[in-house]
C-alpha cells in the first residue's frame, strides 16, 4: 500500500469539510448583512408605527360618538312623533 493511497481518505474529508466551511461562512456573511441592513431599518419601522400608535388613539372614542349621535337621532325621532309627523 502506498502512502498516497493510505491519505486519499483524509483528503477527501478534508476537501468536504472545507466545502462545509466555505459554504457556513457565505451563510453567516449573508445573516450579518441582513441584520445590518434591519438594524438600519428599524429607527423608521419604530417611527411609523409611533405614527399609527397616534393616529389610531382616539379610536375608542368613535363609540362615544356613535352612542350621541344614536340618542340625538331617538330625540328627533321622537320630537317627530310628537309633532304628528
Known amino acids: 500500500m502506498l502512502l498516497a493511497e493510505s491519505l486519499f481518505g483524509w ?3 478534508l476537501s468536504i469539510a472545507f466545502a462545509i466551511i ?4 457565505a451563510l ?4 450579518l448583512t441582513l ?9 423608521l419601522a419604530t417611527a411609523g408605527l409611533n405614527a399609527v400608535a397616534e393616529n389610531t388613539s382616539l379610536i375608542p372614542a368613535v363609540n362615544t360618538v ?9 330625540a328627533c ?8 309627523g
Open 35 to 43: 441584520a445590518q441592513r434591519i438594524s438600519q431599518q428599524a429607527p
Open 11 to 13: 483528503y477527501v474529508g
Open 77 to 84: 325621532q321622537a320630537a317627530r312623533a310628537a309633532l304628528g
Open 22 to 25: 466555505v459554504v457556513v461562512v
Open 66 to 74: 356613535n352612542a350621541s349621535g344614536m340618542a340625538i337621532l331617538k
Open 28 to 31: 453567516v456573511a449573508s445573516i
